[in-house]
T-cell receptor, first 114, second 115 residues
Framework: AQTVTQSQPEMSVQEAETVTLSCTYD???????LFWYKQPPSRQMILVIR??????QNATENRFSVNFQKAAKSFSLKISDSQLGDAAMYFC???????????FGKGITLSVRP | DSGVTQTPKHLITATGQRVTLRCSPR?????VYWYQQSLDQGLQFLIQ???????AKGNILERFSAQQFPDLHSELNLSSLELGDSALYFC??????????????FGPGTRLLVL
């Protein structure tokens, strides 16, 4: 069974600094996709970034980028120039190429200090 | 705003009751997914429908059922409710089912409280 592990329950970052959120996953599949979702206090689930396993290049979306290490099954999210609005819970998620079901990690709560 | 709508936003009911949660997917999306978010279980996939047909099933209790209608909206029915069913229920939608382009967009959720 596929599992997604987020071992850090909480992290804190100073405004304008950079923070990295860790995620590891376990799978025997070769075709899969990885995602980071953000859940602010409003509880809405917002897609932050996605990565296709077959792509070697790390995905980037503005201030958000990932470090995808396929051999190590690691998928970390880097937030640059952190802003107060980045404070939220962040979930790492996985799905296979054929199966649409998303498997989520337990999430990490990120706080941003002004 | 993801374009996925869910009603109601909040629901308070008693044990043993039955409730129906409704979801309207984004325009053009054929797949609808239901997820449950609770403190002890985290975010769990319940069930997926694609163009009216059940496509995948996750950790969905037998007391729960869902369907997708011809207009593509979906309903999740929860019956014989227990205290442990209190959770945030999300609906998500995507254009396809699996494959390269499939990305799920989530609705705002329905918060269910069973007393």
């Amino acid at each position: 069974a596929q599992t997604v592990t987020q071992s850090q329950p909480e992290m804190s970052v100073q405004e304008a600094e950079t923070v990295t959120l860790s995620c590891t996953y376990d799978t025997s599949e070769s075709d899969y996709y990885l995602f980071w979702y953000k859940q602010p206090p409003s509880r809405q689930m917002i897609l932050v970034i996605r990565q296709e396993a077959y792509k070697q290049q790390n995905a980037t979306e503005n201030r958000f980028s990932v470090n995808f290490q396929k051999a190590a099954k690691s998928f970390s999210l880097k937030i640059s120039d952190s802003q107060l609005g980045d404070a939220a819970m962040y979930f790492c998620a996985y799905r296979t190429g054929a199966n649409s079901k998303l498997t989520f990690g337990k999430g990490i709560t990120l706080s941003v200090r002004p | 705003d993801s374009g996925v709508t869910q009603t109601p936003k909040h629901l308070i009911t008693a044990t043993g009751q039955r409730v129906t949660l409704r979801c309207s997917p984004r325009s053009g999306d054929l797949s609808v997914y239901w997820y449950q978010q609770s403190l002890d279980q985290g975010l769990q996939f319940l069930i997926q429908y694609y163009n009216g047909e059940e496509r995948a099933k996750g950790n969905i209790l037998e007391r729960f059922s869902a369907q997708q209608f011809p207009d593509l909206h979906s309903e999740l029915n929860l019956s014989s409710l227990e205290l442990g069913d209190s959770a945030l229920y999300f609906c998500a939608s995507s254009v396809t089912s699996g494959g390269l382009q499939e990305t799920q967009y989530f609705g705002p959720g329905t918060r269910l409280l069973v007393l």
